[in-house]
């Protein structure tokens, strides 16, 4: 009888574009509000070029416990880069991250993560970080789930990006992330292209004869942009000149953006994703150090925003794996 | 005999995508470059995901002559706003701009420049912004050609955009220019939408409760990234994420940019427009104030980029009138 189960399970699948998604509120949500903006002739229809759907990242489209992805490329690269740096050993934040102390790492505050983040991102021509980067993600493991951080993709929000698409919604990436790491992975994981991740970045310098003789971009140790917190609708302004009509976040930091979006005229979607799972993934909102969610929780129940609660509303959570 | 005329001339035009372009060798370069990176099974292919062109604006796309059409709105704004700034009729450069005296305007240089474009591109909401530049472009006009800055539009160009959207090339504008003030016009005139617009631009600060209420988007005063000579490969950089396979452009602004297209592995396409025509348009290049081209017309000959010359290469230059 396997075969014909297999079967029907195809049927079921074609049929519904969400099928990681239990048949809840959520979902119907998001069915009607696309078929409410995408209609024609209906009142709140949206020519397909405005359909602009914009989603963070850590969080949000892939895991982001127990600490930033990134950042852990930016421990192992710093392990790495330790054999050319010897005085790290002996110098702060590095002889921290070297040894594993997280707790010293912590105490060095902002200026302790940003020095982590510059020694691990610069210095470099942006092809070769990208071949880095790319063999990280190739290799490294998330230290709960042992798999692959591309992995660990929320297979819920690969089946919204799809559906979007279908839907002639243009998605892109607004996150606080490096635009440069993400870019590495978001076409392949994500099915979004370089041009539609936005991100914070560092400085690049343009050099017109680079040491093999070509030109090269160089990346600089200094921030240029932020693009968390009050910098997402700055982010979005810049980069894509439309206000979206979909936003999609799961910490303080996408508050801004989430208002942004709810306060343009006309229909707006917009939507927070609440960690409730800790045996599938994690449980974490108003105290955690990593994706904080309080002030945006408020928010949403002030605004009757949707709410995903991980728990509830996901069949599954990872691409790979339950 | 009049229809049999109109007729053939349709059929011409469906025929070539580039009727406004003489039969000469910029027009047989640019099929064949076009040709070889999109037949499937040729060598050279490339994906349509990864063909990206890249247009500077003032000089490539519309004209630049006598000054930057922004910087012409600018001037008419400080007019506009001078009604509530009295303290301006005695102030440099303001007072310049209100008496029209152009050499003393030049002479308070690159500060005074930046002064007039602050004051006349803040203060105001992000929407606010696009209406009045919105209005100004409805009425304003050149004071050559008595056209209204959009007729300007270059037809050859435009024609050219079309083509490589035809063929899947994805067309970005890369732009000394104010990427807000592009915007307003770029779509509707070129075919390029707001999120494929790259230029200058100052800050934005995001107010959760606007003068209306809502969220809302201010324009500061203070440049944020400045998209010329060697910002546009980093530009580049920060919004695409890829290297361009085509660039033009006209002037030394553009040379990092077509230095770095130039670069890549692969066949890549880069041209330089030279302004050799007085009588229709302007005949300029290693001496003009605006749109100087000295360095990268020698690096064009050197490295035999394709350079269009406009006099001998147009069989029309605007998109509006001869």
């Known amino acids: 009888m396997a075969a014909p189960l297999v079967a029907a399970a195809a049927v079921a699948s074609a049929a519904d574009p969400l099928p990681s998604w239990n048949d809840g509120a959520p979902k119907k949500a998001i069915f009607e509000f696309v078929r409410r903006v995408t209609r024609e002739g209906s009142a709140d229809y ?23 992805f990134q950042f852990a490329f930016a421990i192992d690269r710093v392990k790495t880069l330790s054999s050319v740096h010897p005085e790290w050993r002996t110098t702060a934040p590095f002889k921290d991250v070297l040894t594993g102390d997280i707790k010293a790492l912590a105490a060095s505050g902002k200026q302790g993560l940003l020095q982590v983040m510059a020694a691990s991102h610069s210095g470099i021509t942006t092809e070769d970080f990208n071949t ?25 929000m ?40 936005i991100g914070s970045s560092a400085a ?3 050099v017109p004869v680079g040491t093999d003789g ?89 605004q009757q925003w949707l709410i995903i609660d991980m728990k509830r509303d996901w069949l599954r959570v990872f691409s790979a794996g339950k």
Chains 1, 2 share one sequence.
């Open 158 to 197: 690969l089946e919204l990006l799809d559906y979007l698409r279908s839907q002639d919604f243009k998605t892109f990436i607004v996150s606080g992330g490096g635009v440069e790491f993400m870019r590495v992975f978001a076409e392949q994981v994500y099915g979004i292209p370089p041009e539609q991740v």
């Open 214 to 302: 070509k030109p090269a971009l160089i990346k600089e140790p200094h921030v240029e942009f932020i693009d968390d917190g009050i910098g997402k609708p700055s982010g979005i302004n810049r980069f894509i000149g439309r206000r979206p009509l979909l936003a999609f976040g799961n910490s303080d930091g996408d508050l801004p953006m989430l208002q942004w979006t709810a306060g343009g005229a006309g229909p707006r979607f917009v939507a927070l994703i609440h960690h409730t799972d800790a045996d599938r993934e994690f449980a974490y909102d108003r105290q955690s150090a990593v994706g904080k969610l309080d002030k945006a929780l408020d928010e949403a129940q002030r």
């Open 132 to 156: 880095i980067v790319g063999s990280w993600l190739a290799t490294a493991k998330h230290p709960r789930f042992q798999r692959r951080y591309t992995e660990l993709a929320y297979q819920p």
């Open 204 to 206: 690049t310098k343009f």
């Open 46 to 68: 949206i020519a397909p070029r405005e359909r602009i759907a914009v989603f963070d990242n850590d969080g949000t489209l892939w895991a982001e416990q127990p600490i930033y």
